[in-house]
T-cell receptor, first 113, second 116 residues
């Protein structure tokens, strides 16, 4: 069965460190998204990609970067982790033809000390 | 500007009763989609129901239905015959389609508690 996975599921890091969160999907979807979820804010879009070599900034992109070298993966990098980036991060994918839903990964809980 | 508004931070409903979760949206695009997701305490995001902006009829999926009022820009979720397992956070979301592709915007969520 097709799926979307994230790793690690939990991560503790220190302020200033570079951190990369992995996202891998086997749906063969062109569209991939990264969100962060914080209490009271719902999900906020960080970055998204509509295909290989395409990346776009979302609502809260400062301090984050992504790259899309193949269809399946969209890793999210925190260049220099800050305590304000402590959050739960969700990766999602959707069909470029306008399919009716995003498929979400299980989430990564990141704590920056 | 807030594109998705969910005015009910928390709701209570008695088991077996129906409940309506409110969602209003703001967009100037003629083509858009509206979604509802459920997030139980385990944390995963579960897709519930979808309504397209051009759909003539309200969407239904089992016990879930979407009360779509386009002129009022509202897309309320109705859960019939509530079950204890319906206790969760519920998020309304909108997909906009522009010249560059798609974008998804989520509301802040409503926490539903089903009482036995």
């Amino acid at each position: 069965d097709a799926e979307i996975t994230q790793s690690p599921r939990h991560k503790i890091t220190e302020t200033g460190r570079q951190v990369t969160l992995a996202c891998h999907q086997t749906w063969n979807h062109n569209n991939m998204f990264w969100y962060r979820q914080d209490l009271g804010h719902g999900l906020r879009l960080i970055h998204y990609s509509y295909g290989v070599q395409d990346t776009n900034k979302g609502e809260v992109s400062d301090g984050y970067s992504v790259s899309r070298s193949n269809t399946e993966d969209l890793p999210l990098t925190l260049e220099s982790a800050a305590s304000s980036q402590t959050s739960v991060y969700f990766c999602a994918s959707s069909d470029a033809t306008g399919g009716n839903e995003q498929f979400f990964g299980p989430g990564t809980r990141l704590t920056v000390l | 500007a807030q594109k998705i508004t969910q005015t009910q931070p928390g709701m209570f409903v008695q088991e077996k009763e129906a409940v309506t979760l409110d969602c209003t949206y703001d967009t100037s695009d003629p083509s858009y989609g509206l979604f509802w997701y459920k997030q139980p305490s385990s944390g995963e995001m579960i897709f519930l129901i979808y309504q397209g902006s051009y759909d003539q009829q309200n969407a239904t999926e089992g016990r879930y239905s979407l009360n779509f009022q386009k002129a009022r820009k509202s897309a309320n979720l109705v859960i019939s015959a509530s079950q204890l397992g319906d206790s969760a956070m519920y998020f309304c979301a909108m997909r906009e389609v522009n010249n560059y592709g798609q974008n998804f915007v989520f509301g802040p969520g409503t926490r539903l508690s089903v009482l036995p």
